[in-house]
T-cell receptor, first 112, second 114 residues
Framework: EDQVTQSPEALRLQEGESSSLNCSYTVSGLRGLFWYRQDPGKGPEFLFTLYSAGEEKEKERLKATLTKKESFLHITAPKPEDSATYLCAVQAVTGANSKLTFGKGITLSVRP | NAGVTQTPKFQVLKTGQSMTLQCAQDMNHNSMYWYRQDPGMGLRLIYYSASEGTTDKGEVPNGYNVSRLNKREFSLRLESAAPSQTSVYFC?????????????FGAGSRLTVL
C-alpha cells in the first residue's frame, strides 16, 4: 500500500526565515511525486511534479527536491503570502488508473 | 477557462436526507475524481472515473454513488446522509494519458449533516 507522511504538521516562520517541508513516501515504483498548495477555503493548486531521484524544480521562492525515499519543499526567504497548506502526493507506476495517494499536509504560517 | 466547477459551495442536510453534488470540467479531461477532506485525515478518494462510461471505487466509497453523465460532468450522490459524511468535498479532473497525473481541483463543496 502506498503511503505518504508529511512533517511537521504545522510550521510557523518569521518573514525571511528559510525552512524546508518534508514528504516521506513508500510506493511500489514511483511514476511521479506532486506538490500542491491549498489556501483556506479553496481547492489544492498544482505546484510541481518530480519524476526521479535527484530531480529539482523551482518556482519563485519554492524549490522541490526528490530522493528515493523523500521529497523536500524548500522555502527561501518566505513572505506572508506563502502562508498555506502544502500537500504532497505520489503516483505509482502500477495500480489502477494512476491514482494519487496524498499526505495530510503541512500548514505553513509566515509572520510579517 | 472556468476549469473545474462544483455546486453547491455550501449545503446543510439533516440525517437521512439525500443530495447530489455536481461537478463539471471544461478542459476536455478524460478522468474525474471525487475526494473528501477532513481535518487530520488529508484528501481521501471516494470514487473516480477513468473515462466516460466507467466508474470505480476509491478508498472510502461507502454511502456514496456516482454518475459520469458525459465527458464533462461527474456527480456524487449521498442517498441517506449521515453525520460522518460532514466534510469538504473536492472534485478533480486530469488527463493521465499525458504522463504524470496532474489533477486540477474545484473550489470545494462544504457539507454539514446534522
Amino acid at each position: 500500500e502506498d503511503q505518504v507522511t508529511q512533517s511537521p504538521e504545522a510550521l510557523r516562520l518569521q518573514e525571511g526565515e528559510s525552512s524546508s517541508l518534508n514528504c516521506s513516501y513508500t510506493v511500489s515504483g514511483l511514476r511521479g511525486l506532486f506538490w500542491y498548495r491549498q489556501d483556506p477555503g479553496k481547492g489544492p493548486e498544482f505546484l510541481f511534479t518530480l519524476y526521479s531521484a535527484g530531480e529539482e524544480k523551482e518556482k519563485e521562492r519554492l524549490k522541490a527536491t526528490l530522493t528515493k525515499k523523500e521529497s523536500f519543499l524548500h522555502i527561501t526567504a518566505p513572505k506572508p503570502e506563502d502562508s498555506a497548506t502544502y500537500l504532497c502526493a505520489v503516483q505509482a507506476v502500477t495500480g489502477a488508473n494512476s491514482k494519487l495517494t496524498f499526505g495530510k499536509g503541512i500548514t505553513l504560517s509566515v509572520r510579517p | 477557462n472556468a476549469g473545474v466547477t462544483q455546486t453547491p459551495k455550501f449545503q446543510v442536510l439533516k440525517t437521512g436526507q439525500s443530495m447530489t453534488l455536481q461537478c463539471a470540467q471544461d478542459m476536455n479531461h478524460n478522468s474525474m475524481y471525487w475526494y473528501r477532506q477532513d481535518p487530520g485525515m488529508g484528501l481521501r478518494l471516494i470514487y473516480y472515473s477513468a473515462s466516460e462510461g466507467t466508474t470505480d471505487k476509491g478508498e472510502v466509497p461507502n454511502g456514496y454513488n456516482v454518475s459520469r453523465l458525459n465527458k464533462r460532468e461527474f456527480s456524487l450522490r449521498l442517498e441517506s446522509a449521515a453525520p460522518s459524511q460532514t466534510s469538504v468535498y473536492f472534485c478533480a479532473s486530469s488527463n493521465p494519458a499525458t504522463g504524470a497525473n496532474v489533477l486540477t481541483f474545484g473550489a470545494g463543496s462544504r457539507l454539514t449533516v446534522l
